[in-house]
């Protein structure tokens, strides 16, 4: 994907996994119970979780990043970042249960990136077939413990 070096590639990944998910939702929370939120409190949830993946297309189109440094460094980012605000606001530890949700959003996304690398065709990545069966199995994980923990 260039000459940038992997580990830029994954710190920046890391650092928007870090901050944009957990700081979002956070975010939400406030604007959610303020008095004038009114019919927007409803909808806020599905408009983090779009800008959780649309944050994440664009870092991997926009940026470029390689899909495999996208992946890991944003789901690292979002689990430190969880518990950072976890710790920092005092969110208790069924807020890790959100993150997962983050972390479907986050997974989402790069999938989307990886579609639009692979419609461009980006012969400079290697073993496209084999991260799309990543990315794959991480949603169906991911899905899996949302129904198992919300049912």
């Known amino acids: ?26 975010l939400v929370r406030v604007v959610s119970e303020t008095p004038t939120s009114g019919p ?21 189109v926009g940026v470029p ?20 605000f976890a710790t920092v606001v005092g ?17 989402t996304g790069a999938a989307a990136s990886e579609a639009w690398h692979r419609h461009r065709d980006s012969s400079s990545e290697r073993g496209a077939a084999d991260r799309r069966h990543v990315i794959v199995l991480l949603a169906a994980l991911l899905i899996g413990l949302l129904v198992f923990l919300f049912r």
């Open 65 to 84: 990043t390689p899909t495999d440094a996208l992946v890991g460094g944003t789901i690292l980012g979002t689990v430190v970042g969880f518990a950072a």
């Open 1 to 26: 994907m260039g000459d940038t070096p992997d580990i830029v590639h994954v710190t920046s990944s890391f650092a928007y996994g870090l901050v944009v998910p957990a700081g979002g939702l956070a």
């Open 40 to 60: 927007l409190g409803g909808v806020l949830p599905v408009i983090w979780l779009v800008a959780i993946a649309l944050g994440t297309v664009a870092l991997g």
């Open 91 to 107: 969110w208790s530890f069924v807020m890790f249960a959100v993150a997962l949700v983050a972390l479907l959003a986050v997974v």
